[in-house]
């Protein structure tokens, strides 16, 4: 198949058209966002380990840390959806329905299935084994209504790098490699950063306007549950964040008590 039907002018309309949607996703990941989900979720013994000494210095880590890892799965979404959009304008690929497959297409007279993940290091032992029992089982699925058919499995990271693609019973295809693969434009990798940055700027301001607002408001609200005479009181952040249910409940009590004789 020829990949003339793709123009770089197509990827920036499709990019123009849907970037927003991260960029509202991470909007909303703030919006509803609580102190102490976060608090509950974070690990306070690497902050205590980190010298983190100031309610906003702990607040602001945080909050950083619980947005980077939502930031790297919304975008590595749009990049899922954008290879798809790609794929299928070139080799009329589409989305699986398939579990844990996402991109079925053909080239080259090969039936591909693809698992498309952010970059190379993305998963345990246990899920890359699951990765390959969801292989082997659509593969087995594929054949046997289309018994003459070649199927190749296809593990593609977006960015990164793989010195050994051939894993035996799959390839796993990343960064340039994945992007042309999808395409059959070897340069694309390169050629896709530019329109990602569509209103990158005016965006991220609106971001950093309401993050600033979340910081605020929760700084004020830690300080008031977490700390004494100025400092973090970090016992207490523990048992938050790691006494047993019934135990913490107990320990509270007993402050409301106190602090109603006081």
Known sequence: MSYNKLTLADIRQYVEDNIGSFHEARLNSLRGLELKQILKRKNP?????KHVLSAPDLVKLLLDAHLSSQEETMFGDFLESLAIYICGRVYGGKKSSR????????RDNIFYIVSIKSGPNWGNADQIRKMRENFAEAIEDIR??????????????CYGQDANPDKGDYFKYCGQDF??????IWELYTQIIEPLGHKAK???????????????NFTVEFANEFCENGKINWIKLVEFNSAHLEQSNQIRE?????????
């Open 202 to 216: 005016e965006k991220n301001e609106e971001f950093y306007e309401e993050y600033s607002k979340i910081v605020t």
């Open 254 to 262: 007993k402050r409301s008590r106190y602090s109603t004789r006081k």
């Open 144 to 157: 046997t209504n289309h018994p003459n058919i070649q199927v190749v499995a296809v593990n593609g990271c």
């Open 45 to 49: 013994y690497l902050f205590k380990a």
């Open 99 to 106: 579990p844990s497959i996402d991109l079925e297409f053909e």
């Open 179 to 184: 992007w042309e693969f999808v395409s059959g």
